[in-house]
């Protein structure tokens, strides 16, 4: 008699009447989430495509491929091309699959330390709306001012929205974020200290909302939409008022036990001289805080304000100073770059740095530091006019994309 294969994630063939146990119940169902993100993940990466080059791409079954597409279809997250393929130019012609980046949106929120982004993101990870919220008035930079004045804000722009349904919300914010049981843990610059945002926010918006630090949430966004994607190991710098990093290996961001990865704020940077609140002097977070760069720019007259585009203007502009100011910031970014990158050894590092993202003479400061042997591997954030609208959407993205059956009933067309 033949052999019977046995899987040992099926039941054997002595038992073959039995039902599923409840762990091959469990194993089927990550596949099937799996193999579904996979699908739409090569239909975003290399739509319009036809059935068969995903089926060839992934190595899942030309079946499994046509099942997962037409629930995927089912959904609303993709829809068949109006252009026909053929292949090598024979034979009858392919339908290929693309995105339906036109029914579904999210929301996206980023609490900076002068102001709030808040946003709308189409699948394909670029941002249709946006507005930004100054910490100011009535609450100022308290936690539940800034959430109130971020969801009246949000839910204005879905109420402009000319069409597409929001799927849920993601919040990018920095400092401390835990992103399972979506609290703030701690932001220093914004005083805030264990405040529950996914259930302040999901309370004013009814929509499913997810946190996150805003570096894992660019660090996501690179892998989806930018230019890190198909990279095995990615770094990313993010130095605005707030410094940390993030690190993803194999599609996985690192989070550590309750998300405290990448906290480097307190790293010693050679060559700084500011004294931090730690009381000790050349912190990483005090040398290339935006704070520091606009101070500095004020005290040598290149502004008269806290923005640091105005710093990026006046460079622009010609003002040596301030392109000294930008340089300089570039060339510390650079050193932390080279320290972080002596320990982890990424294939890629993105760096979201306001000198890095708009003048070709700070990336050059930012590589020179890294060294020759790895400036190639160094590179601006893909977003550099929408980084923080971004950050916030690619929250509520990135869980879509890792699991986009889980959202099966609230893509389900309204009645």
């Known amino acids: 008699m033949p052999r019977t294969a046995v899987s040992p994630l099926t039941t054997s063939p002595s038992f073959a009447g039995a039902p599923p146990s409840p762990v091959s119940r469990v194993a089927d169902s990550d596949r099937r989430r799996t193999s579904a993100s996979v699908v739409l993940r090569s239909v975003l990466e290399h739509g319009p495509v036809a059935r068969s080059t995903i089926a060839r791409v992934t190595g899942l ?35 290929p699959v693309d995105l339906d980046d036109s029914r579904f949106m999210v929301g996206g929120v980023h609490v900076a330390v002068p102001y709030t982004t808040v946003a709308l993101l189409d699948l394909r990870g670029r941002v249709v709306a946006r507005r930004e919220l100054r910490h100011e008035g009535r609450g100022g930079a308290e936690p539940g001012a800034v959430l109130a004045r971020a969801a009246d804000g949000l839910n204005a722009l879905l109420g402009e929205a000319p069409g597409g349904r929001a799927l849920g919300v993601g919040v990018a914010v920095g400092g401390w974020v835990d992103r399972d049981s979506g609290t703030v843990v701690e932001h220093p610059l914004l005083g805030w200290r ?45 130095a605005g008022n707030v410094v940390d990093a993030a690190f993803a290996t194999h599609d996985e961001v690192h989070h550590g036990p309750r998300s405290q990865a990448g906290a480097i704020a307190h790293l010693p940077l050679a060559g700084g001289d500011e004294p931090c609140e730690c009381g000790r002097v ?76 708009h003048r070709e003479d700070c990336l050059a400061a930012v590589r020179e ?47």
Not at 218 to 228: K, Q, S, T, Y
Request: net charge positive; aromatic share 2%.
């Open 194 to 238: 264990d405040v529950p945002v996914r259930e302040a926010f999901r309370a004013r918006v009814g929509l499913p909302v997810q946190v996150d630090g805003h570096a894992r949430a660019l660090v996501n966004a690179e892998r989806l939409f930018g230019r890190a994607g198909g990279g095995r190991s990615v770094l990313h710098l993010f």
């Open 61 to 95: 079954s030309p079946a499994s491929v046509t099942d997962h597409c037409a629930r995927l279809s089912e959904l609303g997250l993709i829809r068949e091309s109006a252009v026909l393929r053929r292949s090598n130019g024979v034979g009858r012609p392919h339908v």
């Open 369 to 415: 530091e890294v060294g020759p042997d790895r400036a190639a591997s160094v590179a601006p954030s893909s977003f550099p006019d929408s980084v923080l609208a971004v950050a916030g959407g690619a929250v509520a993205l990135d869980v879509l994309y890792r699991d986009p059956l889980a959202v099966s009933a609230r893509l389900r067309p309204a009645a």
């Open 282 to 357: 050349g912190c990483l977070q005090v040398e290339l805080s935006e704070r520091t760069l606009c101070r500095r720019a004020r005290e040598a007259g290149v502004i008269d304000g806290d923005n640091p585009m105005h710093v990026v203007a006046a460079a622009a502009d010609g003002d040596p100073v301030a392109v000294r100011l930008l340089v300089g910031r570039a060339r510390l970014v650079g050193r932390a770059a080279a320290l972080l990158m002596d320990v982890l050894n990424p294939e890629r590092v993105v760096v979201t740095e306001v000198g890095a993202l």
